[in-house]
């Protein structure tokens, strides 16, 4: 099948949203909240508004570009992804899947492709952590997971507002339950692999059959404060001394039990009063454990837990965990997947199926809307680094792969949908 997508187009597109948010330290740092979000945000309105698609933001900051339909009473069929990232992060994650979607629909559009259904491009807001601790926030407001209202006194560390944070992109918090998942018929986010199976594959494409389960916790150790010199080892209850063994500690259990089950990551540490000459006395660190399965999961956290607890209060220091995420893993639309791979296997692809250790707002939209997900191969499997690279053309072969299945699902999206399973 052939189709009008710019390769060109769309790797400009991406170079020049990387430019926004560069970090003097390294790679992109553009959370949500951030001058960078609000710049690239009215980057990708341009982009939008010069393709000749209509804007709007919705109650959750969440942008759309929407390509009118034929039927007045059809609904939308969605693509996209986000365009935060994490600090020091990379051009693709999020930005790639989100510029695939804009080109696969303006160049249907420039086709002169008559839809039935309104065809949208979104950019969820704030897919990353972020200050104030909500990660996949949009996608979350959008399909009820989170409600608006309990969020209105909601601050960061710093006591900046959720609420003005979200106003000042355009969203409204206490506007959020006026959001309808229903209107949508069809979901699907193109996203770079950020992991080296298709690199290893030597393969450009895949598709998702589901997404992992993650899990947070965060876990303050409290010993006591005192001189570095003068306090003897026997009497010292050093926080950051039962940090490492609580790092050693969860390293063996993932390692023993689940080498192929699980992951788990200490990402960040916080010590005070972090100075060279005074016994720590408290530390706080957050801890993540994926899996795609529920309940290895909870079975992972459980003995995370018992473990940190048993072997930290030995020693005199104090343990407090807060939960802060407990997601289950997601399946994905058998029949979304279908259309991917017909389509993939129209250009001559055979993609593979391929679970996704990385989170996605499409985990949200899949409980309430028939979901998918298209993987684009990442070189070397960097990701979440200024390293991340995907090939132009095999972000181009994706943006065909999605232009084809947009035909597909606008023009038989009831049979499609009824047909499910058998790839
Ligand atoms: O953390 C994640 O997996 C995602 O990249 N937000
Ligand atoms: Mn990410
Ligand atoms: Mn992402």
Redesign the pocket.
Known sequence: MSSPISSQRLIQRIVNLAAIGQDPAGGITRPFGSDADLRARRAFQAEVEKAGLAYHVDAAGNQWAVLAGADAFAKMIAVGS?LDT?PHGGAY??SAGVLMALEAIQSLSVAGYRSRHPLAVVAFTG???NPFGL??LGSRLFTGRLEGQDLLDYTDGDGRSLQDALKRVGGDLSQCNTLNPDRIAAFIEPHVE?SGRLDELGLPVAVVDQI?G?YRDQVTLTGEQNHAGTTPLAKRRDALNAFGRAVVGMDAMLRDVWPEWMVGTIGQVRVYPNAVNIVPSEVTFTV?L?STNMAQLQRGAERYREHLTDELERWGIAVTIRNLLNQAPQPLSSAIQKVLVDSARARHVKPPVLS?????DATHIARRVPAGMLFVRSLGGK??CPDEESRPADLALAAEIIYDALIVLDQSLEEVLAGGAAI
Do not use: F, K, L, N
């Open positions: 986000h994490v994650d999020g897919e990353e952590p990660s996949t950020q992992t993650i993540e994926r996704s250790w990385a989170g996605h990701s979440h």
